[in-house]
T-cell receptor, first 114, second 113 residues
């Protein structure tokens, strides 16, 4: 079991550039989550998908953020245009089953926007 | 509006002693609670959970206690080991909201040899 795989591990970009973060969930898991971790706000849920369908995107901060899950084995989180305040660690997590199953997290992407 | 709060940013204990990490919540609809552990440069990993129908769940050195009337839960680690040094996150969810998991800010535990 390779776990949840995120790429890249680190991303440094200039303000205004487009950033795409990628995630491969654990095979067989039917829910996928994108979280953001900052010093000020801790771990915040941005969006989650169930069976590839976005269920709750109320945590997406602005229209600059978008997420897709074209199939069960891949998801992207895109920021366009990026801003310095988007600097954070972005985690992807997946889960099988429903409510009481624990999330399995990837190792995150550390994004720095200068 | 922080629905799950961990008021202690850090905790330091001696090896072999008990570590007690605390978590408070405000949403009375939360019915499932979890603790995650996070090492630097890694994602959080699931540690232990408890349903609101219970007040205690134990797994080896780790025990979670839930006090619903006080909206408080705690994680006890005994005996503490240096390898337990990590950030511990408390998380909560409610069945009616489906899969949304709300996390606390985390507590950095340092276990000194």
């Amino acid at each position: 079991d390779a776990g949840v795989i995120q790429s890249p591990r680190h991303e440094v970009t200039e303000m205004g550039q487009e950033v795409t973060l990628r995630c491969k969930p654990i095979s067989g898991h039917n829910s996928l989550f994108w979280y953001r971790q900052t010093m000020m706000r801790g771990l915040e849920l941005l969006i989650y998908f169930n069976n590839n369908v976005p269920i709750d995107d109320s945590g997406m901060p602005e229209d600059r953020f978008s997420a897709k899950m074209p199939n069960a084995s891949f998801s992207t989180l895109k920021i366009q245009p990026s801003e310095p305040r988007d600097s954070a660690v972005y985690f992807c997590a997946s889960r099988e089953g429903q409510h009481n199953s624990p999330l399995h997290f990837g190792n995150g992407t550390r994004l720095t926007v200068t | 509006d922080q629905q799950v709060k961990q008021n202690s940013p850090s905790l330091s204990v001696q090896e072999g002693r008990i570590s007690i990490l605390n978590c408070d919540y405000t949403n009375s609809m939360f019915d499932y609670f979890l603790w995650y552990k996070k090492y630097p440069a890694e994602g959080p990993t699931f540690l232990i959970s408890i349903s609101s129908i219970k007040d205690k769940n134990e797994d080896g050195r780790f025990t979670v206690f839930l006090n619903k009337s006080a909206k408080h839960l705690s994680l006890h680690i005994v005996p503490s080991q240096p390898g337990d040094s990590a950030v511990y996150f408390c998380a909560a969810s409610e069945s009616s909201s489906g899969s949304r998991l709300t996390f606390g800010e985390g507590t950095q535990l340092t276990v000194n040899p």
